[in-house]
């Protein structure tokens, strides 16, 4: 801070500088109760930690059991009128009321995949 005692005209500032240093003392902390907190913050971050592994482990084996089912299903080439039927009955209740309605286009149908006629 001398050499800028010799440049600076204002030797206030400079004084108000070197007052503030000498005077400056560095607070004590509580390292016992800064550790407490830490300890804690980890034992939530560990609890959290060890939940989102239990779930994520769940969801591994809902996924595996699904790739299993996936590859062990026949092809849908190889499916039959009558597998449908078993899988869903309501199927064919449905459409028993449209052929005796005379309902022969289903809208859903058309909006899903094109209206057969145009294509």
Do not use: C
């Not at 050499?3 to 600076?8: E, G, K, P, V």
């Not at 299903?73 to 459409?95: F, G, N």
């Amino acid at each position: 801070l001398s050499q800028y005692r010799q440049i600076l005209k204002n030797t206030n500032a400079i004084e108000s500088v070197e007052n503030a240093i000498a005077s400056f003392k560095p607070q004590q902390m509580d390292k016992g109760k800064i550790m407490s907190i830490i300890e804690q913050f980890e034992k939530k971050a560990l609890a959290r930690a060890k939940a989102t592994a239990t779930t994520v482990q769940g969801e591994l084996s809902e996924l595996n059991t699904a790739i299993s089912d996936l590859n062990s299903t026949r092809p849908v080439d190889d499916l039959q009128e009558r597998d449908v039927l078993l899988a869903d009955p309501s199927i064919e209740k449905e459409t028993d009321a449209f052929a005796r309605n005379s309902v022969w286009n289903v809208k859903e149908h058309d909006d899903a995949f094109g209206e057969p006629s145009a294509q």
